[in-house]
């Protein structure tokens, strides 16, 4: 008997292509506004997964025509002296998107810089205002995973009006808009948590699934049902005996490929679409800032 497999959300593909649009995008709207898209990413300390990461979008912008007004700062710096920056960005026309690199140094308060990037140029899309915009069902820019992850979904046609979708995390960054995005697509959505009781009896409820708890290999085929769509949003780093590194994902891929309908890999499915939904909501503010001149 032939062994099922579940086919990929090959997100690294999609995002290719979102990046091919909005440079074309780019191209044809820089002649008449004057002047390209503009992403500031500020990161503070020397977190080498943080520079990656940086380093990745920036190539991302370059490839695109986004300018990048990235700025790196040294670990000791006070908040007040990030304040300043983002308020100068804020007021830099020049300047679509701002976002704040996490994590950064214990001194210093997240929320409060985040609360100080102005709403339109919140890249990241996790500004109360936008978040309160998500809630309210109106116009405004989306937290990127979970964005990103609506995307995918919608590019492989997987319906979700009347679906059972279970998203396992609660986190301000992924959880809570994943359900609230979901919500807004007409599915019937749960939300669990390292402190549900019984989680497998929950997820194996899900048409849809989607794990975003960093915990390697949290879900495994005994909790997926058969023909499932598995949205795997964990980026977990892990070292075998050999003392070799390698990223894994939330769920057991080997496992589950062989229960789920469709399922996303770690790395190279909802990685790429975060960076490509940062991208699109710089792109985003740049035509709203210049529809209103």
Same mark, same amino acid.
Not at 114 to 127: S, T
């Given at each position: 008997?032939?062994?099922?497999?579940?086919?990929?959300?090959?997100g690294?593909?999609?995002?290719?292509?979102?990046?091919?649009?909005?440079?074309?995008?780019?191209?044809?709207l820089?002649?008449?506004?004057?002047?390209?898209?503009?992403?500031?990413?500020?990161?503070? $300390?020397?977190?080498?997964?943080?520079?990656?990461?940086?380093?990745?979008?920036?190539?991302?912008?370059?490839?695109?025509?986004?300018?990048?007004?990235?700025?790196?700062?040294?670990?000791?710096?006070?908040?007040?002296?990030?304040?300043?920056?983002?308020?100068?960005?804020?007021?830099?026309?020049?300047?679509?998107?701002?976002?704040?690199?996490?994590?950064?140094?214990?001194?210093?308060?997240?929320?409060?810089?985040?609360? &100080?990037?102005?709403?339109?140029?919140?890249?990241?899309?996790?500004?109360?205002?936008? #978040?309160?915009? #998500?809630?309210?069902?109106?116009?405004?820019?989306?937290?990127?995973?979970?964005?990103?992850?609506?995307?995918?979904?919608?590019?492989?046609?997987?319906?979700? &009006?009347?679906?059972?979708?279970?998203?396992?995390?609660?986190?301000?960054?992924?959880?809570?808009?994943?359900?609230?995005?979901? #919500?807004?697509?007409?599915?019937?959505?749960?939300?669990?948590?390292?402190?549900?009781?019984? #989680?497998?009896?929950?997820?194996?409820?899900?048409?849809?699934?989607?794990?975003?708890?960093?915990?390697? $290999?949290?879900?495994?085929?005994?909790?997926?049902?058969? $023909?499932?769509?598995?949205?795997?949003?964990?980026?977990n780093?892990?070292?075998?005996?050999? $003392?070799?590194?390698?990223l894994v994902?939330?769920?057991?891929?080997?496992?589950?490929?062989?229960?789920?309908?469709?399922?996303?890999?770690?790395?190279?499915?909802?990685?790429?679409?975060?960076?490509a939904?940062?991208?699109q909501?710089?792109?985003?503010?740049?035509?709203?800032?210049?529809?209103?001149?």
């Amino acid at each position: 008997m032939e062994t099922k497999t579940a086919k990929l959300l090959d997100g690294k593909a999609l995002a290719e292509k979102i990046q091919q649009e909005l440079s074309h995008g780019v191209k044809e709207l820089q002649p008449q506004i004057g002047r390209p898209p503009g992403l500031a990413v500020l990161m503070v $300390g020397d977190n080498p997964a943080s520079a990656a990461y940086v380093r990745g979008k920036e190539r991302a912008c370059q490839k695109v025509g986004i300018a990048s007004f990235g700025k790196h700062f040294p670990t000791q710096t006070t908040q007040a002296e990030l304040e300043e920056v983002i308020a100068a960005l804020n007021n830099d026309q020049r300047v679509d998107g701002i976002l704040v690199q996490l994590p950064l140094p214990n001194h210093l308060d997240a929320v409060g810089l985040l609360h &100080q990037i102005e709403p339109d140029k919140d890249a990241d899309g996790l500004h109360p205002l936008n #978040l309160g915009r #998500l809630v309210r069902g109106e116009l405004g820019l989306r937290s990127c995973t979970p964005a990103g992850i609506m995307r995918l979904l919608h590019e492989y046609a997987i319906p979700l &009006q009347g679906k059972q979708a279970v998203v396992v995390g609660r986190s301000i960054l992924v959880g809570k808009p994943m359900a609230l995005m979901l #919500l807004e697509a007409d599915a019937t959505v749960t939300v669990a948590h390292s402190r549900s009781h019984d #989680l497998p009896s929950i997820t194996k409820n899900a048409d849809i699934l989607i794990a975003a708890v960093g915990r390697p $290999g949290l879900i495994t085929a005994e909790m997926v049902k058969p $023909g499932a769509v598995v949205v795997d949003v964990g980026m977990n780093r892990v070292t075998d005996s050999d $003392g070799n590194s390698r990223l894994v994902g939330d769920v057991d891929f080997e496992s589950t490929a062989k229960v789920a309908e469709y399922l996303t890999p770690v790395p190279g499915g909802v990685g790429p679409m975060t960076v490509a939904m940062l991208l699109q909501n710089t792109f985003s503010s740049y035509l709203r800032t210049n529809q209103k001149l």
